[in-house]
Protein backbone atom coordinates (compact mmCIF):
# COMPACT_ATOMS: atom_id res chain seq x y z
CA UNK A 1 0.00 0.00 0.00
CA UNK A 2 1.01 3.31 -0.82
CA UNK A 3 -0.18 6.66 0.93
CA UNK A 4 -0.45 9.74 -1.08
CA UNK A 5 -1.41 13.21 0.09
CA UNK A 6 -1.44 16.05 -1.90
CA UNK A 7 -1.53 20.18 -0.71
CA UNK A 8 0.04 23.23 -2.36
CA UNK A 9 -3.44 23.87 -4.54
CA UNK A 10 -5.29 27.10 -4.89
CA UNK A 11 -6.12 30.20 -6.73
CA UNK A 12 -3.48 32.11 -8.37
CA UNK A 13 -3.31 34.87 -11.35
CA UNK A 14 -2.39 33.98 -14.37
CA UNK A 15 1.29 34.59 -14.78
CA UNK A 16 1.55 33.77 -11.35
CA UNK A 17 3.47 30.42 -9.61
CA UNK A 18 2.47 27.66 -6.91
CA UNK A 19 4.15 24.45 -5.43
CA UNK A 20 2.58 20.99 -5.61
CA UNK A 21 3.56 18.85 -2.56
CA UNK A 22 2.68 14.81 -2.77
CA UNK A 23 3.40 13.44 0.67
CA UNK A 24 4.18 9.64 0.32
CA UNK A 25 3.99 6.54 2.85
CA UNK A 26 4.45 3.37 2.46
CA UNK A 27 5.88 1.12 -0.16
CA UNK A 28 8.45 2.86 -2.71
CA UNK A 29 7.26 3.46 -5.53
CA UNK A 30 9.64 3.30 -8.83
CA UNK A 31 7.76 6.48 -10.64
CA UNK A 32 5.67 9.10 -9.30
CA UNK A 33 3.93 11.23 -11.74
CA UNK A 34 1.57 14.53 -12.09
CA UNK A 35 -2.02 14.39 -13.66
CA UNK A 36 -4.64 16.98 -13.92
CA UNK A 37 -8.26 16.80 -14.77
CA UNK A 38 -10.41 19.60 -15.70
CA UNK A 39 -14.27 20.20 -15.79
CA UNK A 40 -15.70 17.80 -18.31
CA UNK A 41 -12.10 16.75 -19.78
CA UNK A 42 -10.22 13.79 -19.23
CA UNK A 43 -7.43 13.04 -16.98
CA UNK A 44 -4.12 14.15 -18.99
CA UNK A 45 -0.32 13.58 -17.74
CA UNK A 46 1.18 16.08 -16.08
CA UNK A 47 5.26 15.17 -15.21
CA UNK A 48 6.85 12.36 -13.44
CA UNK A 49 9.95 11.51 -12.03
CA UNK A 50 11.73 8.02 -11.17
CA UNK A 51 12.82 8.19 -7.74
CA UNK A 52 15.73 6.45 -7.82
CA UNK A 53 17.73 8.50 -10.90
CA UNK A 54 16.04 11.30 -11.03
CA UNK A 55 14.75 11.27 -14.54
CA UNK A 56 11.77 14.11 -15.30
CA UNK A 57 9.13 13.49 -18.30
CA UNK A 58 7.15 16.47 -19.10
CA UNK A 59 3.75 16.87 -21.37
CA UNK A 60 4.65 19.41 -23.84
CA UNK A 61 2.29 21.69 -23.10
CA UNK A 62 4.11 22.27 -19.90
CA UNK A 63 7.54 22.67 -20.58
CA UNK A 64 9.66 25.08 -19.84
CA UNK A 65 6.84 26.19 -17.40
CA UNK A 66 6.83 23.31 -14.53
CA UNK A 67 9.07 21.20 -13.11
CA UNK A 68 8.68 18.31 -10.80
CA UNK A 69 11.37 17.31 -8.11
CA UNK A 70 11.81 14.62 -4.79
CA UNK A 71 12.81 14.92 -1.82
CA UNK A 72 14.08 11.29 -0.76
CA UNK A 73 14.42 12.05 2.77
CA UNK A 74 10.97 13.61 2.81
CA UNK A 75 9.56 11.11 0.82
CA UNK A 76 7.87 13.96 -1.38
CA UNK A 77 7.61 14.75 -4.57
CA UNK A 78 7.02 18.70 -5.78
CA UNK A 79 5.72 20.06 -8.73
CA UNK A 80 6.89 23.49 -9.71
CA UNK A 81 4.26 25.58 -11.65
CA UNK A 82 5.14 29.31 -13.28
CA UNK A 83 3.42 31.41 -15.30
CA UNK A 84 0.61 29.66 -14.60
CA UNK A 85 -2.51 30.23 -17.77
CA UNK A 86 -6.18 29.69 -16.81
CA UNK A 87 -6.08 26.80 -18.91
CA UNK A 88 -3.88 25.24 -16.09
CA UNK A 89 -6.89 25.35 -13.91
CA UNK A 90 -7.52 21.61 -12.92
CA UNK A 91 -7.73 18.85 -9.99
CA UNK A 92 -4.35 18.21 -9.53
CA UNK A 93 -3.62 14.46 -8.56
CA UNK A 94 -0.29 12.43 -8.28
CA UNK A 95 0.20 8.86 -8.44
CA UNK A 96 2.48 6.43 -7.52
CA UNK A 97 3.45 3.53 -9.82
CA UNK A 98 5.60 0.11 -7.94
CA UNK A 99 6.81 -0.90 -10.85
CA UNK A 100 8.81 0.77 -13.95
CA UNK A 101 6.17 1.51 -16.12
CA UNK A 102 6.94 1.82 -20.10
CA UNK A 103 4.85 4.50 -20.54
CA UNK A 104 4.95 6.85 -17.59
CA UNK A 105 2.32 9.30 -19.48
CA UNK A 106 -0.21 6.54 -19.15
CA UNK A 107 -2.60 6.37 -15.80
CA UNK A 108 -2.78 3.05 -16.05
CA UNK A 109 0.77 2.92 -15.33
CA UNK A 110 0.11 3.83 -11.99
CA UNK A 111 -0.86 2.00 -8.84
CA UNK A 112 -1.74 4.51 -6.21
CA UNK A 113 -3.32 7.42 -6.32
CA UNK A 114 -3.93 10.64 -3.75
CA UNK A 115 -7.35 12.51 -3.60
CA UNK A 116 -5.92 15.65 -5.74
CA UNK A 117 -5.60 19.64 -5.34
CA UNK A 118 -7.11 22.36 -6.68
CA UNK A 119 -5.75 24.81 -8.76
CA UNK A 120 -7.65 27.73 -10.01
CA UNK A 121 -5.56 30.50 -12.44
CA UNK A 122 -7.90 34.12 -12.82
CA UNK A 123 -7.00 35.88 -15.85
Known amino acids: QVQLVESGGGLVQAGGSLRLSCAAS??????MGWFRQAPGKEREFVAAIRWSSGLRYFADFVKGRFTISRDNAKNTVYLQMNSLKPEDTAVYHC??????????????????WGQGTQVTVSS
Open 26 to 31: GRTSVV
Open 95 to 112: AASLTTPLMVATADAYDY
